[in-house]
Antibody, heavy 122, light 107 residues
Framework: EVQLVESGGGLVQPGRSLRLSCAASGFTFDDYAMHWVRQAPGKGLEWVSG????????GYADSVKGRFTISRDNAKNSLYLQMNSLRAEDTALYYC???????????????WGQGTMVTVSS | SSELTQDPAVSVALGQTVRITCQGDSLRSYYASWYQQKPGQAPVLVIY???NRPSGIPDRFSGSSSGNTASLTITGAQAEDEADYYC??????????FGGGTKLTVL
């Protein structure tokens, strides 16, 4: 079964850090680009970051550039998001999503996890 | 604000046809993909590329594009199609971007 399982969310104070993980199974992980997409409570979807199959191409939304770092470990079939200097506006459900292609540009997101909630509050 | 514009809400009578649209300059160069999201659930890809449906998506869902507008058409809408629908393409930097979403009500 093709599956993505996120973990690492929680309640964190503004300015602190958090690391999200996404464990992939059921497909050849290192054939595809991967992404993080978030959804604030009651709001729409927002692309956060993406990474190509071999980590050679990485992109970030302007809202997180310089604060968040995406990475992947193909040997462990895992995707990560290091989130630093967190703000209240980063509060959201964070989804891990598989791309239909190998690069960051051009694909669609065909497999989604159930998400992990990040709440930034004092 | 999103570079892809969607109507916030659309309604359709049960069994009728509905078109959900997405506008943006990037759609002149890139195909849109479409996602269905029901309350409390993760998004599901329903259309991608020129007009491709992933396995398991009913053939009543179809996609099309003209100029700066992409459309998702549901032919013979069912009660279970009531959901939020999001389009996705690229922004001016080439990064993925989502539309604001359309809430579909099936009457």
């Amino acid at each position: 079964e093709v599956q993505l399982v996120e973990s690492g969310g929680g309640l964190v104070q503004p300015g602190r850090s958090l690391r999200l993980s996404c464990a992939a199974s059921g497909f050849t992980f290192d054939d595809y680009a991967m992404h993080w997409v978030r959804q604030a409570p009651g709001k729409g979807l927002e692309w956060v970051s993406g990474i190509s199959w071999n980590s050679g191409s990485i992109g970030y939304a302007d809202s997180v550039k310089g604060r968040f770092t995406i990475s992947r470990d193909n040997a462990k079939n895992s995707l990560y998001l290091q989130m630093n200097s967190l703000r209240a506006e980063d509060t959201a459900l964070y989804y891990c999503a598989k791309d239909t292609g190998a690069g960051v540009v051009g694909g669609a997101f065909d497999i989604w996890g159930q998400g992990t909630m990040v709440t930034v509050s004092s | 604000s999103s570079e892809l514009t969607q109507d916030p809400a659309v309604s359709v009578a049960l069994g009728q046809t509905v078109r959900i649209t997405c506008q943006g300059d990037s759609l002149r160069s890139y195909y849109a993909s479409w996602y269905q999201q029901k309350p409390g659930q993760a998004p599901v890809l329903v259309i991608y590329g020129k007009n491709n449906r992933p396995s398991g998506i009913p053939d009543r869902f179809s996609g099309s594009s003209s100029g700066n507008t992409a459309s998702l058409t549901i032919t013979g809408a069912q009660a279970e199609d009531e959901a939020d629908y999001y389009c996705n393409s690229r922004d001016s930097s080439g990064n993925p971007v989502f539309g604001g979403g359309t809430k579909l009500t099936v009457l």
